[in-house]
């Protein structure tokens, strides 16, 4: 025969007090002596006991779920903000669901269907073109009590709060940089119908027309952001004889494809080109290391998932905060200083 199940009513019978006192103990709701919680804990210990918490979210009207919406559940930046935001919800009691989207209108509107018939009490939201057209499907959260916070992505909704990244300002950094080093053809490999890519290239561009004059920025777009579209693209930029003398690549998968479409043709980094990449899941590991455009990941998704958990549980009452975060540029051996 199985073993019977530990309830309430037995911790309350082995410790020898009342099953409000466990309840107490247990959800930590009440105040309880520590005689007396001692006494719960061992008994819990003992018996194995393990609390109802559907019952107790039914009764709280909260289920301590969470949701967390990205558009690429393979994008290495994507997956380190979700492994840091359910790091700190776990610590505050809440599990965090990751639901892909796709980046497909679609199927982001069927994730906040699933958000809403889970009864999950908040979401997070990658602020990507897809949500943006979204907008006002959000409302259906708002109007059944799901809190929300936007975080990381390139979109900004002033309904909620977000926090993203300054994209615009890590792209003038990149420029200013290679600008200094002396270079006057970039090439930029990465989407064109992309807000975070205009942001990016558009901060690249304004530096350059300050400090480097008459300098060309050359495009070579990809289909998609995988490491084959970048490939493909490079293949063509260095087919077509471009005379560019540095590389920006839009992410880490992009860059992988466009270094090995370089290190295909005999274009050694830097020596025969300078290259230079947002994110930085993987260019430490390169030979030689890449320079890139860095951000903390695991700092913006606990500001993020404390306020999310903060508004669910009245903390925080105030407007909403809307913040772009700092890049910051991590210099490394692939990018060298040329002749004017």
Known sequence: MGRSIATIKDVAREAGVSISTVSSVVNGNKPVSEDLAARVRDAVQRLNFQPNHMARSLHAKRTQTLAYLTPDITNVAFL??????????????YSVFLLGTD?????????????????????????????????LRLHRLADRGIAMVGVSGSYNLPEIDCFLRDEEGGGYQVGDYLARLGHRNILCVGPLSSRAADMRW????????????????????????????????MQAAIGARAGFSAVVAFNDAIASGALAALADNGIEIPAGVSFVSFGDAHMDFHRPQITSVTFDE??????????????????????PAHERLPLKLSIRPSSRRIDS
Do not use: C
């Open 80 to 93: 380190r903000t979700f492994k840091a935001i359910e790091a700190t919800a776990h610590a505050r009691g």
């Open 103 to 135: 980046g497909s209108v679609k199927t982001t509107e069927e994730a906040i269907d699933r958000v809403i018939g889970l009864r999950m009490d908040g979401a997070f939201f990658t602020m990507s073109w897809a949500l943006a057209q979204t907008e």
């Open 202 to 233: 558009g901060g690249l561009r304004t530096a350059l027309a300050a400090g480097a004059g008459e300098a060309k920025l050359t495009m070579a777009a990809t289909e998609g952001y995988t490491a084959g579209a970048a490939y493909d693209a």
């Open 298 to 319: 695991e700092g913006i998704a606990a500001l993020a998932a404390n306020r999310l958990i903060d508004r669910i549980e009245g903390i925080v009452t105030a407007p």
